[in-house]
T-cell receptor, first 112, second 110 residues
Framework: NAGVTQTPKFRILKIGQSMTLQCTQD?????MYWYRQDPGMGLKLIYY???????DKGEVPNGYNVSRSTTEDFPLRLELAAPSQTSVYFC???????????FGPGTRLTVT | GQQLNQSPQSMFIQEGEDVSMNCTSS?????WLWYKQDPGEGPVLLIA?????ELTSNGRLTAQFGITRKDSFLNISASIPSDVGIYFC??????????FGGGTRLMVKP
């Protein structure tokens, strides 16, 4: 199993551009999550999904959108990038009947 | 929203020393998790705690779920250079959502 994979690893965007951060897991986990981590801080939940077709907002959803058309994939979309979205983004998943979340390697995004 | 206060924020210790860090909250949690993050990587799960008072070990790491359910502790015995990293606590109150602490940055001097 590759676990949770994320692409790209790094990206620089100009203000107002859009992009999609990809996240895939091959562990058949039903729960998936997107977090952002600002420098020297903990993780904040952006969006989560309890299964294909179901998504919900986390603590900091503004400026982002998600979709979950399959169990494996949970992309995060930034429509109009702003400097405040400069951060490291982590995707995570957890199996049924477990609260243990497993993280991908992260995407480092800079908006200038 | 819920907040987790993690302390210390950073610590610089000598190799071989024991390390203690903790997380406290004004809210009750039903699950506590401890993660380690190496530079440029995602957090990796170290220990999960499910019951108040539970004490669980993973090698040189020992974590405890506080009796009040508002705190948790992580101890590392006989630290080695590869223990360097940021340690995060995370608490779950309801559902599957986790609240993360701000992290403890551990530096080890050989």
């Amino acid at each position: 199993n590759a676990g949770v994979t994320q692409t790209p690893k790094f990206r620089i965007l100009k203000i107002g551009q859009s992009m999609t951060l990809q996240c895939t897991q091959d562990m058949n986990h039903n729960y998936m999550y997107w977090y952002r981590q600002d420098p020297g801080m903990g993780l904040k939940l952006i969006y989560y999904s309890v299964g294909a077709g179901i998504t919900d907002k986390g603590e900091v959803p503004n400026g982002y959108n998600v979709s979950r058309s399959t169990t494996e994939d949970f992309p995060l979309r930034l429509e109009l990038a702003a400097p405040s979205q400069t951060s490291v983004y982590f995707c995570a998943s957890s199996p049924p009947n477990s609260y243990e979340q497993y993280f991908g390697p992260g995407t480092r995004l800079t908006v200038t | 929203g819920q907040q987790l206060n993690q302390s210390p924020q950073s610590m610089f210790i000598q190799e071989g020393e024991d390390v203690s860090m903790n997380c406290t909250s004004s809210s009750i949690f039903n699950t506590w998790l401890w993660y380690k993050q190496d530079p440029g990587e995602g957090p990796v799960l170290l220990i999960a705690l499910y019951k108040a008072g539970e004490l669980t070990s993973n090698g040189r790491l020992t974590a405890q779920f506080g009796i009040t359910r508002k705190d948790s502790f992580l101890n590392i015995s006989a630290s080695i250079p590869s223990d360097v990293g940021i340690y995060f606590c995370a608490g779950r109150s309801a559902g599957n959502m986790l609240t993360f602490g701000g992290g403890t940055r551990l530096m080890v001097k050989p």
